[in-house]
């Protein structure tokens, strides 16, 4: 079992920028595949970034050159950086362990937190 637990949502004007963190705990970390994903009101959950157990980085098309994923393993933490942050990029946001696809599910996710860009 991987327990998940997200913070650092909130409000922003467009353009602005916040950064996301997952906490991951359960379960040997620097191994897992690591990804956030987002769903709006209305919308179906769509992939936002991965970083895979052996260091590789994905990004969605809408995100690229905005958004940017790390991980810190000493603190079993990843991380979303969103810079230049649109209304579109309003939604809340899942973090996601250990895929089944790894641009569509997942066996474990957090709890979610709610980005709102708005003026």
């Known amino acids: 079992q991987v327990q998940l637990v997200e913070s650092g949502g909130g409000s922003v004007q467009p353009g602005g920028s916040l950064r996301l963190s997952c906490a991951a705990s359960g379960r040997t970390y620097s191994t897992l595949t690591m990804a956030w994903f987002r769903q709006a009101p209305g919308k179906e959950r769509e992939f936002v970034a991965v970083?895979?157990?052996?260091?590789?980085?994905y990004y969605a098309d809408s995100v690229k050159g905005r958004f940017t994923i790390s991980r810190d393993n000493a603190k079993s933490t990843v991380y979303l950086q969103m810079n230049s942050l649109e209304p579109e990029d309003t939604a809340v946001y899942y973090c996601?362990?250990?895929?089944?696809?790894?641009?569509?599910?997942?066996?474990?996710w957090g709890q979610g937190t709610q980005v709102t860009v708005s003026s």
């Open positions: 970083f895979t157990g052996n260091g590789y980085t």
């Open positions: 996601a362990a250990d895929p089944i696809n790894i641009y569509r599910n997942y066996k474990f």
